[in-house]
């Protein structure tokens, strides 16, 4: 089963990354938000850990969920970004303007998944504990996803941006010489 599971997550990400690339008309924005999946699967192996269950089929379809809920947050985060700076806002007065104005939609979008999940986590009933592991491993994927997309999806942003900034700046002054 995990033989077929592994293709499926990375169709899944490649899957999200095109609908990003085509909904935000650039290559650079879905890439940034993409970072916000590696926190996830620190989420996963501690909430595993720490409930002390296995990585088995319904968690590992959890992990599949996960690769299109976590970049929400992110999704939202660089999307207000991008329109300050369509505004005409700073690269990092963007940032640092963006990020405590959507701070309370990321934390809404995330508890209510995480409270909605919690019950199934429980496994209480018949036949719930074998779909908790499933539900463990969205809280705490989401959960580690959601702090460090606050603090990790920024940096990744300022630094590329700053690159393309410094890109576009010294191909300016190359077609100018040319020019002179």
Request: charged residues 10%.
């Amino acid at each position: 089963s995990f033989a077929s599971l592994i293709p499926a997550l990375a169709l899944a990400i490649l899957l999200v990354y095109m609908i990003m690339a085509a909904q935000f008309e650039s290559l650079l924005h879905p890439f940034i938000i993409m970072f916000a999946l590696p926190q996830t699967f620190i989420g996963v192996v501690l909430s595993l850990a720490i409930t002390g269950r296995t990585l088995n089929v319904p968690a590992f379809i959890g992990v599949i969920m996960l690769s299109g809920i976590v970049v929400n947050n992110a999704i939202v985060l660089v999307d207000y970004i991008n329109k300050l700076r369509g505004r005409g806002y700073g690269l990092q007065e963007a940032i640092l303007a963006a990020g405590p104005v959507r701070l309370r939609p990321i934390l809404m979008t995330t508890l209510t998944t995480v409270l909605g999940m919690f019950p199934m986590a429980l496994g209480i009933g018949s036949g719930a504990e074998m779909q908790a592991p499933l539900a463990t491993v969205v809280i705490g994927g989401l959960a580690m996803s959601t702090i460090l997309t606050l603090v990790i999806v920024p940096v990744i942003y300022c630094i590329f941006e700053g690159w393309v900034e410094r890109f576009k700046s010294k191909r300016q002054k190359v077609n100018v010489e040319e020019a002179i």
